[in-house]
């Protein structure tokens, strides 16, 4: 009998596979396609303070093994989420992590101060790929300083919260962003949210996306999300004892085993979820059907097992 359980901190999982945020909406969207309690954990949507309606359209497009999305972070805002989503967060039987974005630090204190102390929820997640509009547009994922500050303020808010911090690729050394992250007093970090893009119609000579530029995920940026979470796990993870959620292009099981032996003790499935909603599924059996054929008692002897 292979042991499929993971534990984040108190955050106990049957399984290491969740659902990525922004991909799945806010949990019961899949109800009709899958069994969500099978899951490891799920994900929300980011949270703002104040309701969005995102981006103009064209707010997605597909690319050669993925897909460039500039949604803007739309969502029904922090009143609404709390007052029509979480009765039905409630009813959920796996562990719930609600992703959290804001315009400033001021956005993401308030909206985690009021989200941590829901019971329905496990920890946060920090989404510190959003443009730090009050300093003047630059992400706060993309400067040390930023994300310290950004992190220190809501683990300030939240003492007593799981904190996750969500990581962008788009800087030069992603394990400077992490190490800043955790001295500031994130738990857990996730990675990676999407890499900047640009598609052009040829035809009009027009960008393709509404906002212009957008994040690409799925397949294509896989061997650069796995080296990072690698990278992240040697200088960070490992020598401080911080676990991982890895993510991007996750398709099969092998896909997900290979963040695990990086790094990874659990794992989120985005894009591929809109192909296929049942292939959480198809990877938590695949998952299984690996240990046994290797004699691994336990999924979490295959963290960072890479030789
Ligand atoms: C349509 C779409 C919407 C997304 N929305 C969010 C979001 O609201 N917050 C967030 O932190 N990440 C968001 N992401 C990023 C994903 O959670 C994930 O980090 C990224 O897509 C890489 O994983 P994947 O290749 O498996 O999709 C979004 C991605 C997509 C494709």
Do not use: W
Request: hydrophobic share 45%; proline share 5%; aromatic share 4%.
């Amino acid at each position: 009998m292979v042991d499929l359980s993971v534990c984040l901190g108190d955050i106990r999982m049957a399984n290491p596979v969740m659902t990525a945020s922004g991909t799945c909406g806010y949990a019961f969207e899949l109800n009709d396609f899958v069994d969500v309690s099978a899951l490891g954990g799920f994900i929300t949507k980011s949270i703002t303070l104040e309701e969005r309606a995102g981006n103009p359209p064209q707010r997605t497009f597909e690319t050669a093994a993925g897909m460039i999305n500039a949604i803007g972070l739309a969502n029904v805002g922090l009143e609404r989420f709390c007052s029509e989503k979480v009765p039905l967060l409630d009813r959920m039987e796996i562990p719930v992590i609600v992703n959290v974005a804001g315009k400033g630090v001021d956005d993401y204190v308030a909206v985690s101060r009021r989200v941590a102390g829901l019971d329905c929820v496990a920890g946060l997640e920090l989404n510190a790929s959003c443009p730090n509009v009050k300093e003047g547009g630059i992400t706060f994922g993309t400067d040390p300083c930023a994300i310290s500050e950004l992190v220190s303020a809501v683990r300030k808010a939240c003492p007593e919260t799981y904190l996750i911090v969500k990581l962008t690729p788009n800087v030069t050394d992603i394990a400077q962003m992490a190490r800043a992250a955790v001295d500031a007093g994130a738990d857990c970090l996730s990675l990676i949210n999407t890499f900047v893009g640009l598609a052009i119609d040829v035809e009009t000579r027009r960008p393709v996306l509404g906002n212009r530029t957008g994040g690409v995920s799925g397949p294509a940026i896989k061997p650069m999300a796995v080296y990072m979470v690698n990278r992240v796990y040697e200088a960070v993870g490992k020598p401080l004892g911080v676990p991982i959620i890895a993510l991007g292009g996750i398709a099969t099981a092998n896909d997900a085993l290979e963040f695990i032996l990086a790094g990874a003790s659990a794992v989120c499935v985005g894009t591929q979820m809109m192909i296929d909603p049942n292939c959480a599924m198809v990877i938590i059996s695949g998952i299984e059907d690996y240990c046994r054929r290797h004699e691994v008692a336990s999924v979490m002897e295959l963290v960072g097992a890479l030789e």
